[in-house]
């Protein structure tokens, strides 16, 4: 475990709390970041959490949740799909979210942020759509295409390495 979540999870004394308290706890959680307007949903809060930072880093406007295919826009109207992915002692992949309808060009291009384990940054890259059609993988199971943003990716002509930007915000 991250020696960061090894003091919270000391400081909260978790490992006193039955799962009804440890499920509040989480709720309470998720209440509080909703109210601080980091996340806007009710899901995994890393997709959520990482709409907020993409968007405030970058001066990018959020769209509402009915806009498909993107999540924010830039000062030039591109459009911007954001994916984020925290990676866990338990789970190293790199597979971003699904993306739907890539054949439709529903956005200009994707910014992907790999986290830690204890949130912090470990790399963020601006990638063009043409650069996501090539590098994803269609699954018809889901009807949507999956890309695994791994770090090599940052080499790729086109994609942009955006890891200095981004610093955790509190």
Known sequence: MNKNIEEIHARLNLRKMDVRDLLLTHAALMEELRNRNVIRSSNNPVADYTEWLVANTLNLSLKNNSSAGFDAQDSEEKRVQIKGRRMTY??????????????????????????????????????????????????????????????????????????KLFVIRS
Not at 122 to 138: G, H, N, Q, R, W
Not at 143 to 150: E, K, M, P, T, W
């Open 90 to 163: 338990h789970n190293k992949s790199a597979q971003l979210g699904s993306i739907r309808n890539l054949a439709n060009k529903p956005f200009d291009y994707l910014v992907g942020v790999i986290y830690k384990e204890d949130f912090s940054i470990d790399y963020v890259a601006k990638i063009p759509y043409e650069v996501v059609v090539e590098k994803s993988t269609y699954r018809a199971h889901t009807n949507s295409n999956i890309i695994n943003l791994r770090r090599t990716i940052l080499e790729d002509d086109g994609v942009e390495d955006l890891t």
